[in-house]
C-alpha cells in the first residue's frame, strides 16, 4: 500500500488550497483516511478524518468551518479542500491511511501561509 499527497504550496492568508491523498495496492471499502500536520518545532497534530465506509467526518476545532475531508471512491482517493487559510496552518501535511488495524503514511506535502 502506498499513498501519495499532493497539493501543497504557497498561499496568502484567506486563501485556498485543495490537498489530494491517492492509494495505490489497494481497494479501499472501509477503514479511515485521515489528514494530519506538523509545523516547525511541534508535534504532529490530527486535522481532519474520513470513514470510508459512510463518509462520516472528524475534524479538529482548530479547522472546523475552514476545512472539509472528501473522498473520491472510483479514485481511492482523499482530499482536505482547505479554506479560509492562516498563517497558523503552515506545516508539512500528511495523509494517513487507517485500514485492517494496519497504518500507512504519506510522504508529506509543504503548506505555507504567508501573512
Known amino acids: 500500500v502506498q499513498l501519495q499527497a499532493s497539493g501543497g504550496g504557497l498561499v496568502q492568508a484567506g486563501g485556498s488550497l485543495r490537498l489530494s491523498c491517492a492509494a495505490s495496492g489497494i481497494t479501499l471499502t472501509n477503514g479511515a483516511m485521515g489528514w494530519f500536520r506538523q509545523a516547525p518545532g511541534k508535534e504532529r497534530e490530527f486535522v481532519a478524518a474520513i470513514r470510508w465506509a459512510g463518509g462520516t467526518t472528524y475534524y479538529a476545532d482548530s479547522v472546523k468551518g475552514r476545512f472539509t475531508i472528501s473522498k473520491d471512491n472510483a479514485k481511492n482517493t482523499a482530499y482536505l479542500q482547505m479554506d479560509s487559510l492562516k498563517p497558523e496552518d503552515t506545516a508539512v501535511y500528511y495523509c494517513?491511511?487507517?485500514?485492517?488495524?494496519?497504518?500507512?503514511w504519506g510522504q508529506g506535502t509543504l503548506v505555507t501561509v504567508s501573512s
Open positions: 494517513r491511511l487507517l485500514v485492517l488495524k494496519s497504518i500507512f
